[in-house]
């Protein structure tokens, strides 16, 4: 389908983008939060690179101007906002914060506006401080991505290569302490947004080089390879109950927010490694949003141009938040910069 921001501009108002929708709705009564800023922030900025797109320049100022207003003065964020401004949390979770990380070191990267940049910089800064005490394994995958963008503008930052190389060892020891020769995963379950973990190690070796590392990725994304594409399609881990060590995968319960990390995850994958089957694993796993699925069914909707919660086994979930449809342009301008890169590589 051809780009189309219209459900992500119909969930945004002035303050940002509201979690939730009642079918593609706007749910005021849920307000806001920062990891769906953040992917906002991230999506504006790709498709500003990708597309120039008036409408994401537009968009992308909103997002920006949340994040600051949720960082407090030791440079943490908030995560929740009522629909009439209030703060609904003191500090957001490892989750969030790494999202954040991840979008202003992009915007940072790829700023269409210098004032966007300085703002980005700003923010980035001053949260610099924390980035050691992130304990959660999502929180530091997310984090270590956006300080791969960081280093791709500050390449003779030493300091930042150091946290880069700390945080990566912390995943690989996980990993290490947990894989054997039939589980190549960093911890007991497959749980959600797992593809941000090998996604971030790729992400880390393209500043890096480090063939150890590069081992590991690998070796984590054949394995969950293995595990989503039991049937020739993608078929995310379910989060009805996930997958245990020895145990069966769930089925359904699958989201969007899984299939964007593992488009994501194959396109670094073929950056890295320029393995073609990379890429077609990537095109294989966006086509999970246009039927090819369990069911049949695609989760984008051309009419309102939303994108379905998740994956059920009676069906789709026809509410239609901006996690999902902001996955969704996501995946679908990785896609498209993988074309780009392909081309460029002929």
């Not at 964007?260 to 320029?274: E, L, N, P």
């Not at 498209?336 to 460029?344: F, Y």
Request: one cysteine or more; hydrophobic letters at 40%.
């Amino acid at each position: 389908p051809p780009f189309d921001l219209a459900h992500v501009r119909q969930l945004t108002d002035d303050t940002g983008i509201i979690q939730h929708a009642n079918y593609s709705v706007p749910s005021r009564k849920e307000g806001y939060c920062l990891d769906d800023n953040a992917r906002g922030l991230l999506a504006a900025a790709m498709a500003c690179r990708q597309k120039r797109d008036p409408a994401a320049l537009s968009l992308l100022p909103t997002y920006l101007s949340y994040i600051d207003y949720m960082q407090r003065d030791d440079g943490l964020f908030r995560n929740f906002l009522s629909y009439n401004r209030s703060f609904l949390d003191e500090i957001g979770s490892d989750d969030a914060f790494g999202r954040t990380i991840w979008a202003l070191g992009y915007l940072i990267r790829f700023s269409p506006h210098d004032a966007f940049f300085q703002l980005a910089n700003q923010l980035f800064s001053k949260a610099y401080q924390h980035f050691k005490d992130v304990s959660s394994i999502r929180g530091i995958a997310d984090t270590i991505i956006g300080v791969c963008h960081y280093l791709h503008r500050y390449s003779s930052d030493e300091g930042m290569k150091e946290t880069l190389k700390e945080m990566v060892r912390r995943i690989v020891a996980q990993y290490k302490d947990e894989a054997d020769d039939q589980w190549h995963w960093f911890e007991p379950t497959v749980t959600y947004d797992s593809g941000i973990i090998p996604l971030a190690l790729f992400h880390a070796c393209e500043i890096t080089g480090d063939e150890k590392v590069l081992a590991v990725a690998r070796e984590m994304a054949d394995f969950l390879e293995e595990i989503i594409f039991r049937d020739g399609y993608l078929a995310p881990v379910g989060s009805d109950s996930w997958y245990q060590k020895g145990g069966e995968c769930a089925r359904y319960a699958q989201q969007p927010i899984d299939a964007m990390a593992i488009v994501m995850m194959f396109y670094q994958a073929s950056v890295v490694t320029r393995d073609k089957h990379y890429l077609d694993r990537m095109v294989a796993s966006f086509m999970w949003f246009l039927g090819e699925n369990d069911l049949r069914i695609p989760l984008y909707d051309f009419e309102t141009r939303g994108c379905c919660d998740g994956l059920e086994s009676r069906g789709v979930n026809r509410n239609q938040g901006a996690e999902s449809i902001l996955a969704y342009i996501i995946s679908h301008l990785t896609v498209l910069q993988a074309h780009e890169q392909e081309t460029h590589w002929l």
